[in-house]
């Protein structure tokens, strides 16, 4: 009994959650606080609640937030598809471990309006990435598997990890480059997942376009290291909270190109401000880069209809 959840702003500018049926949403008749509290009550509480409220709004009316609404922790993913692994240089059948990093909170950002390219970044590349919303916490390491899965994700949604690579490269600052304000979008549903339903986590579509133009698109299926695998492992380094996000790593097709092996054997003799000047320079003739005025569409959906987290859009800014 997946729930289609959405936070969102109603007529008299209050903020309210409510369940997503058809083109409609129904309203909880609940103050619900935050993310958390949503998870907490439980879908089976969920669904009571909806079927009790007599207060619907049209889904073309209202300004969707974004249903993540402070978490503990924005953890993500690096190469976790396998082309996208292949594209840099990487072989998915002999990886060994995780790529692991964090985004900012100062990203978090709604699931629609603008997102803010910084004057001083060149090169900002999105990457669309199924979400996971977790709903366990934790007090140290833990084994996750298929049978237990259920106790820790609670739902997912849409992430684009946004970044601006003329900073995460050269600086090698991974949490610098991808934590600038607007960088992190979630939303704009929260889809509620019973254990039934966990399958579903390998068998959803992802597609970006950018001005109309698809971008990338893949299949959770090709996800190297698996939610539970992941889970296991990043559980070693850091406690979930309920409410914490995991972004499970983009597919291939973001504007990054990175250089060949033999031409970065080539130029790692150079003195570091050379090398990278000359990174930045061969990265600016992509035009696949997000220029003001670009707008994204993201969308994550089951080819059976059963899940469909709705359409990210933006404009940069």
């Keep these: 009994m997946a729930l289609h959840i959405v936070h969102f702003i109603d007529a008299q500018q209050k903020k309210r959650w409510g369940l997503i049926q058809n083109d409609e949403i129904i309203s909880f008749q609940h103050d619900f606080e935050s993310t958390q509290e949503i998870i907490q009550c439980g879908i089976l509480q969920l669904a009571k609640l909806a079927t009790e409220s007599k207060e619907k709004y049209l889904l073309a009316n209202v300004k969707l937030l974004s249903p993540i609404t402070n978490p503990s922790q924005i953890l993500c993913q690096g190469a976790n598809y396998r082309q996208h692994m292949l594209d840099s240089g990487i072989n998915p059948d002999t990886q060994s471990f995780n790529m692991f990093f964090t985004k900012s909170l100062a990203s978090l950002h709604g699931p629609t309006g603008w997102i803010e390219k910084p004057n001083h970044v060149d090169l900002l590349d999105y990457e669309i990435e199924l979400t996971l919303v977790l709903g366990k916490k934790t007090q140290g390491s833990v084994t996750v598997t298929a049978e237990n899965l259920h106790e820790y994700i609670a739902g997912i949604c849409i992430g684009n990890d946004v970044s601006a690579r003329d900073i995460q490269i050269p600086q090698m600052q991974f949490y610098k480059g991808k934590s600038y304000r607007t960088f992190c979008p979630l939303g704009p549903v ?55 996000v995991l972004m499970t790593g983009t597919p291939s097709g973001c504007a990054l190109r990175l250089p060949s092996t033999t031409l970065i054997k080539m130029t790692g003799l150079l003195p570091e401000k050379i090398k990278w000047q000359l990174f930045n320079k061969s990265q600016s003739r992509r035009s696949q880069y997000l220029k003001i005025g670009d707008q994204i569409e993201s969308h994550i959906f089951s080819s059976d209809g059963k899940i469909n987290l709705g359409y990210q859009r933006h404009q940069i800014s």
Excluded: W
């Design 190 to 244: 929260l889809c509620l997942l019973n254990q039934a339903e966990m399958h579903y986590l390998n068998k959803l579509q992802l597609c970006l376009k950018v001005n109309g133009e698809v971008r990338q698109q893949d299949s959770t299926e090709n996800l190297v290291f698996k939610p539970a695998e992941t889970l296991t492992e990043f559980s070693q380094i850091t406690n979930f909270e309920v409410g914490d």
